[in-house]
């Protein structure tokens, strides 16, 4: 059954970008285990099915009430994963944006000024703070895939990796108000998971967590533990369901109550009790991300939750926004 309580912890508008020239990106291929390279004869149809994957997926949740910005990159600037925004900003209760800074260089130039003033916009939004001059440095933290965020506990949930810097972790915590749970986490081959949103979703009723893949047994009783003082209650997902991206899962709030946004591929590794345990609070909705998913990520990291305040009066689309629900999709630009 779907609560049809709308919840801090599932946003009801997100941000989207749909990419015109996606490909895997050699940049990030180094500690990112989860992505496969695509043959560079195959570029232009990669470009399109991807083109094609973000319409869909940002039309079928407009369909179930969820807000959707939808963001166009022409790829002009090099930019090969801007279809994954949750990377280099998010947005938080009382007005708050924080914009992050990026491990790869290529990732560094996807932050985009027009999204920002859309927020400004279209929400209440007094206060930004931006943590990007911390990259000279070699100071990284990206976003809510570096940490995967309990709004209602007030926790950042962290993966050790190249991409979550202990330092700008210290201080986005403190200015944001968290407390950083943060833990050691390995792969078949015992390397680090390069994004924590990669391992685990915290939904408001549950949380989907890879506890297998914290190699230290005390640790992850500790992560489990915290989860279940906040009321969750906790589905264990396998390496295996991991490797299928049903960790990378994200809560929305849609017109008939909640739901949990995930890719096909990551539903079909999902058993029936699992199902069932998210099915009591929240509506499983699978997008078909195949394309998309061969970068490293899935829905999650497709979608930048909108957790601010909307304005009264709209001003409408801003940038190269468009609305996804009236427009009809243009096929990409130039040759990828």
Same mark, same amino acid.
């Given at each position: 059954m779907t609560s049809s309580l709308r919840s801090i912890q599932a946003p009801s508008a997100v941000v989207m970008v749909r990419p015109h020239r996606f490909m895997p990106n050699p940049e990030t291929a180094a500690d990112n285990s989860f992505q496969t390279k695509a043959e560079e004869a195959a570029r232009h149809a990669v470009a399109q099915a991807a083109y094609r994957e973000v319409t869909a997926a940002a039309e079928r949740l407009e369909m179930e009430g969820v807000r959707v910005h939808l963001f166009e990159d022409l790829g002009e600037r090099g930019t090969p994963d801007s279809v994954f925004p949750n990377n280099w900003f998010s947005t938080h209760p009382g007005g708050h944006v924080a914009i992050y800074p990026m491990y790869s260089p290529s990732r560094r130039r996807e932050r985009r000024a027009d999204v920002i003033e859309m927020l400004k916009a279209e929400y209440r939004v007094p206060d930004v703070i931006d943590y990007s001059g911390l990259e000279p440095d070699g100071l990284y933290l990206e976003g809510t895939g570096a940490m995967v965020f309990d709004h209602l506990a007030?926790?950042?949930?962290?993966?050790?990796?190249?991409?979550?810097?202990?330092?700008?972790?210290?201080?986005?915590?403190?200015?944001?108000?968290?407390?950083?749970?943060?833990?050691?986490?390995?792969?078949?081959?015992?390397?680090?998971?390069?994004?924590?949103?990669?391992?685990?979703?915290?939904?408001?009723?549950?949380?989907?967590?890879?506890?297998?893949?914290?190699?230290?047994?005390?640790?992850?009783?500790?992560?489990?533990?915290? *989860?279940?003082? +906040?009321? #969750?209650?906790?589905?264990? &997902?396998?390496?295996? $369901?991991? %490797?299928?991206?049903?960790?990378? !899962?994200?809560?929305?709030?849609?017109?008939?109550?909640?739901? *949990?946004?995930? +890719?096909? #591929?990551?539903?079909?590794? &999902?058993?029936?009790? $699992?199902? %069932?345990?998210?099915?009591?609070? !929240?509506?499983?909705?699978?997008?078909?991300?195949?394309?998309?998913?061969?970068?490293?990520?899935?829905?999650?990291?497709?979608?930048?939750?909108?957790?601010? %305040?909307?304005?009264?009066?709209?001003?409408?689309?801003?940038?190269?926004?468009?609305?996804?629900?009236?427009?009809?999709?243009?096929p990409p630009t130039g040759r990828p």
């Open positions: 007030r926790v950042a949930y962290t993966a050790r990796s190249n991409r979550a810097d202990p330092v700008a972790l210290e201080r986005f915590s403190t200015h944001f108000n968290f407390e950083p749970m943060v833990f050691d986490t390995a792969d078949a081959a015992g390397r680090p998971i390069y994004h924590t949103n990669v391992l685990m979703c915290v939904a408001t009723a549950f949380a989907m967590v890879g506890l297998e893949m914290i190699p230290d047994a005390a640790r992850a009783r500790e992560v489990r533990a915290r *989860l279940e003082e +906040s009321g #969750r209650q906790v589905i264990a &997902l396998s390496a295996a $369901q991991i %490797a299928e991206f049903a960790g990378n !899962a994200i809560e929305l709030s849609g017109r008939d109550g909640r739901i *949990l946004a995930l +890719s096909q #591929r990551a539903f079909d590794s &999902l058993d029936n009790i $699992q199902k %069932a345990a998210i099915g009591k609070t !929240a509506r499983l909705v699978p997008l078909a991300v195949p394309t998309i998913e061969m970068a490293g990520g899935s829905v999650r990291s497709m979608i930048a939750g909108i957790h601010l %305040a909307p304005r009264k009066a709209t001003n409408g689309a801003s940038g190269n926004e468009v609305d996804c629900a009236s427009t009809s999709p243009r």
